[in-house]
């Protein structure tokens, strides 16, 4: 659903053998996969179940082989999605997505969605021991400076349960919120690297070697 064209021309710039496939022996054979995205929550889920592509999916992570969602594709990662209703995700990280905040009157206003370029971070550490990385050493980010911008395109966040989960951050209107996140070989990012310049291209050049 969405951007899939964009990204295998981004995949094959950087020399990647790319195959567009919703077919889940396809996938089950594939040597990493990009799971991309974007619209609501319910459809992409929806789309996923009926074509048993969730399955597969969580068939293909527990073989410990590279994962990566961009935009809705990373949403979907997560426990529990809250757009429209709430809707049950792929559970492969534990967590819910949700709207950004509002603005607030005499806060500064903001419009929702967020569309354009922004910056990404370190994750804060907020207290004496969060589980928060210190570095993006061995991650799709090895190679990507903290404060490059990347273009986003969404009005709903990932929120992990696990702290350990979020790879970096990002500041828009009253919300910090997680712009990539990790859990073993799963990793994904609210922003999209094909639209991002050789920042974004660094990124998928670094997950085909991981």
């Known amino acids: 659903m969405g951007n899939l064209f964009s990204i295998e021309r981004a995949l094959r710039h950087i020399d990647a053998e790319t195959d567009i496939t919703s077919d889940p022996a396809r996938i089950a054979s594939a040597d990493r996969l990009v799971l991309p995205g974007v619209g609501a929550f319910g459809n992409g889920m929806e789309e996923l179940t009926k074509r048993g592509i969730d399955e597969a999916l969580r068939g293909f992570v527990a073989t410990g082989r590279p994962l990566f969602g961009i935009c809705l594709g990373m ?49 804060a550490k907020n207290g004496a021991s969060t589980g928060c990385r210190s570095d993006w050493k061995g991650t799709v980010l090895q190679d990507v400076q903290p ?21 970096a951050e990002t500041d828009y209107g009253r919300d ?24 974004g291209l660094q990124m998928l050049r670094t997950f085909m070697t991981l």
Request: charge should be negative; glycine fraction near 12%.
């Open 75 to 123: 949403q979907l990662m997560l426990s529990e999605g809250h757009e429209f209703g709430l809707h049950r995700g792929l559970d492969l990280i534990r967590g819910a997505v949700v709207r950004f905040r509002d603005p607030v009157d005499g806060e500064g206003s903001y419009k929702i969605p967020q569309i354009g370029w922004n910056g990404i971070t370190l994750p």
């Open 147 to 167: 404060g490059s911008f990347f273009y986003f395109v969404h009005s709903f966040v990932t929120v992990p349960e696990d702290r350990g989960h979020v790879l």
């Open 176 to 199: 910090r919120f997680c712009s990539v996140l990790i859990r073993e070989n799963v990793s994904g990012s609210q922003f999209h690297p094909e639209r991002s310049g050789e920042a």
